[in-house]
């Protein structure tokens, strides 16, 4: 999987195996724009189609979950990180968490009001714009415990 990010890296394309940080300075089209790479996502390669979203604004906690290594005609994964932005300039660290009950390509993640994170649909097998291994359980993730619980089944796939 790293040498597939490297060799897209060198053909122009944006290192999909590093956490990125652009910066823009000027307005509209006149700008200049740089992107450097800060980081990588732990073990977790590439993360297609999966999800971040950013829990606690305050503390600048980020949660990524699930994905896969293409964007489709792949395993997804159950992988699960937090990140954590700090200070401008420097390099955020990525702590890999407890993976979920499922594997989880096109899902949804949806931050609650109370800190938590509802995991909601996806596929075990990225195909895009399909309903073919539908996840069927929702997962809930409590950043107290940082861990999942499995909620009841529903019984239309949401992928």
């Not at 897209?8 to 307005?27: V, Y």
């Not at 600048?60 to 395993?75: A, C, E, Q, V």
């Not at 995991?119 to 073919?132: C, K, L, M, R």
Request: glycine share 10%; proline share 7%; hydrophobic share 35%.
């Amino acid at each position: 999987m790293r040498s597939r990010c490297r060799a897209h890296e060198r053909a122009g394309g944006l290192n999909g195996c590093a956490l990125n940080k652009f910066a823009c300075l000027g307005h509209g089209t006149s700008g200049i724009c740089s992107r450097s790479a800060v980081d990588t996502r732990a073990s977790d390669g590439d993360s297609m189609n999966g999800n971040a979203v950013m829990y606690d604004s305050v503390n600048g906690k980020i949660f990524t979950t699930g994905g896969s290594p293409s964007y489709d005609n792949s395993y997804a994964t159950g992988n699960v990180h937090k990140i954590i932005i700090g200070a401008p300039g420097t390099a955020p660290p990525v702590t890999r968490l407890t993976s979920m009950s499922f594997p989880r390509a096109f899902a949804n993640s949806v931050p609650l009001a109370d800190g938590k994170i509802f995991d909601i649909g996806g596929q075990t097998y990225a195909v895009p714009f399909s309903d073919s291994n539908a996840i069927m359980q929702p997962e809930l993730w409590d950043p107290v415990t940082e861990k999942f619980n499995v909620l009841p089944s529903h019984k239309i796939p949401r992928t």
